[in-house]
């Protein structure tokens, strides 16, 4: 490495850690900035949110998902070492250790500057029969592939999906897709629990209208095998449910194992701290982005960790530029998020009901129900939307969607709000788009605005 060369280390070669590279290498050429990536998978640069609709046929093919191949990236000098995972981060001594997975070879990698994009690994409780054959993640591609040879390679058509929030919401609906008959088993008393009850009920009751067996409140203890050691049933405290395949759909966590072994700072949830540059607090030249990090909500002044694609790129753009010598900041979310299962879709942004609670806010709510189209036009749908205030000044704090086609996307006008921190007044005031085919004269989301201004007032 020339002496006035830099070397920039990217640990992950997915959303964040790609986006750095890409961005970094846009900043400064080859001969300026040595870039070396690791990633442990076969894929880079893929979108892990596409991976339900792969499953379900709605998108063709594997290959649609991956955004760049590691080829690409080597053609624009990112020595990107694919299936090579980084095992040791030597803060001190400024270098990595790695390790081949195919043929064992390791070796020490020294850098100037080091990118941490290690994402998020999923939950996987300890119980008996979790790592049977049929019992299947979806993190990854490769886990897409195996999910969809499993689904190949079975006899029946029972499916038993664990776990309620994003990814078994959209799970079950590519099984239904798939032709299995699906059931959700979920621990807590409804599905989505990023949403309030109220509003999980409607997705419940939703799910149900679509052939989906529900099971809330139930734990579930072991998955059961067979003769052939595969995965045959769920059992849950109470009840055994039959399954030819299992989908975890339980949730992520931060995959900072390494961070934590070289004693960098980690938040409540597990995740990484980072300034508004993405630096690791107390770190001047190792950046972090992604799932594996922690990142202010805006509406609480809390750090959260939030698993999304969205963010991870953002964190990338952000990295990049600061690491390749420029100037970049990320501000923080308000925690937006869209899903569907079949034509339901459900939104929310800004802070749950508990989550206010647990910022020490008080707060009104409102629930408005309405239509997608004005309410004579065809194929107007029904639409709920909940709408959180603060008590006394009536700043927006959080709303939440449920309904069917043209519902779910207005959640970007209060997310918009939320970022602007705009009052629920305010916001009846607002001039949104309307044509018959596309809203009732008064929008949802001004309805539901116009009730929380009032229950402000009566507050």
């Known amino acids: ?59 063709a093919g594997r290959d ?48 100037d500057k080091l990118v941490i994009a290690t994402g998020a690994r999923p939950v996987r409780p300890r119980i008996p029969g979790i790592d049977a ?13 195996a999910l969809l040879d499993s689904l190949a390679s079975t006899q029946g058509r029972r499916a038993v999906v664990v776990g309620a929030g994003y990814i078994g919401v959209e799970m079950a609906e590519a099984l239904i897709r798939r032709g ?33 067996t529900m099971v809330d409140d139930a734990e579930v203890t072991k998955i059961l095998t067979g003769d052939d050691g595969r995965a045959r049933a769920v059992a849950t405290t109470s009840d055994e449910y039959p399954a030819d395949v299992v989908v975890l759909g339980i949730g992520v966590r931060p995959e900072t194992s390494l961070a934590r072994s070289a004693g960098l700072p980690l938040g409540e949830h597990g995740g990484l701290l980072t300034d508004l540059a993405m630096r690791v607090r107390g770190h001047e030249n190792i950046w972090a982005g992604g799932d594996c990090v ?26 990049g530029t600061n690491a390749g010598g420029g100037y970049a900041t990320f501000p923080g979310v308000v925690g937006t998020a869209v899903s569907k299962v079949c034509d339901l879709e459900i939104a929310r942004t800004g802070l749950r009901e508990k989550d206010a609670r647990r910022a020490g806010l008080q707060y009104v709510s409102a629930t408005i129900e309405s239509t997608s189209r004005a309410g004579y036009y065809p194929g107007a749908a029904p639409m709920t939307v909940k709408m959180i205030a603060e008590r006394r000044t009536g700043r927006l704090l959080g709303v939440q969607i449920v309904g069917r086609e043209g519902a779910a996307k207005r959640v970007d006008i ?35 605005a116009r009730k929380s201004s009032a229950a402000v007032r009566r507050g």
Not at 423 to 448: E, K, N
């Open 64 to 111: 649609e998902l991956i955004a760049r191949t590691p080829e690409e990236h080597r053609e624009r000098s990112i020595d990107l070492r694919m299936r090579t995972e980084v095992t040791e981060l030597d803060v001190e001594g400024g270098r990595v250790r790695s390790r081949a997975l195919d043929t064992g070879t390791e070796a020490w990698t020294s850098y």
């Open 1 to 59: 490495m020339s002496p006035t060369r830099e070397r920039l280390v990217v640990i992950g070669g997915d959303a964040a850690g790609m986006s750095a590279a890409s961005q970094a290498r846009r900043m400064r050429g080859p001969d300026e900035l040595e870039i070396v990536a690791f990633e442990r998978g076969h894929f880079s640069s893929y979108s892990a949110c596409g991976i339900p609709y792969w499953v379900g046929g709605e998108v």
């Open 294 to 319: 922690e990142v202010l909500d805006l509406v609480s002044g809390r750090e959260r960790h939030i698993a999304l694609g969205t963010h991870a790129n953002k964190h990338g753009q952000v990295i």
């Open 180 to 212: 299995y008959e699906v059931t959700v088993v979920n621990r807590g008393p409804e599905p989505m629990s990023t949403l309030d009850p109220d509003m999980g009920r409607l997705v419940h009751e939703s799910m149900t209208g679509l052939a989906i």
């Open 133 to 145: 054959p049929g019992v299947h993640g979806v993190q990854t591609l490769d886990d897409g592939q």
């Open 414 to 448: 209060a997310a918009v709000a939320l970022t602007a921190g705009m009052t629920v007044d305010q916001m009846t005031a607002l001039d949104l788009g309307y044509a018959p085919p596309f809203s009732p004269v008064w929008d949802p989301i001004l309805v539901a």
